[in-house]
Nanobody
Framework: QVQLVESGGGSVPPGGSLRLSCEAS??????????MGWYRQSLGKEREFVAL??????????DFVEGRFTINRGLRGDLGDTIFLQMTNLRPEDTATYFC????????WGRGTQVAVWS
């Protein structure tokens, strides 16, 4: 069972920045090819893809990111690999619960962290 621990959500004005982090209880590398990333869900909407990074370090982003977010891997934490989502120039429509995931043959989800962009 893979555990994911998220942190870094908060409330900021439009144009502000936040950095989300997600530590997995496993590593992903050549011996364990997988990818990690983020989805988000706003009130009344379906969960949507935000960004991912694979074990090679290749990143992909949703179109709405428009260069404002950066996903990367950090140093290995106490549990396992950690990824970050640096979000800049936040907009009110970015308000959502952000969920970290880890995917191999199945997908594991974190509990989510709240991001609020208020005007």
């Amino acid at each position: 069972q893979v555990q994911l621990v998220e942190s870094g959500g908060g409330s900021v004005p439009p144009g502000g920045s936040l950095r989300l982090s997600c530590e997995a209880s496993v590593d992903f590398d050549f011996d364990n090819p997988a990818h990690m990333g983020w989805y988000r869900q706003s009130l009344g909407k379906e969960r949507e893809f935000v960004a991912l990074i694979n074990w090679r370090g290749t990143a992909n982003y949703a179109d709405f990111v428009e260069g404002r977010f950066t996903i990367n891997r950090g140093l290995r934490g106490d549990l396992g690999d950690t990824i970050f989502l640096q979000m800049t120039n936040l907009r009110p429509e970015d308000t959502a619960t952000y969920f970290c995931y880890y995917a191999t043959s199945r997908v594991y989800w974190g509990r989510g962290t709240q991001v609020a962009v208020w005007s």
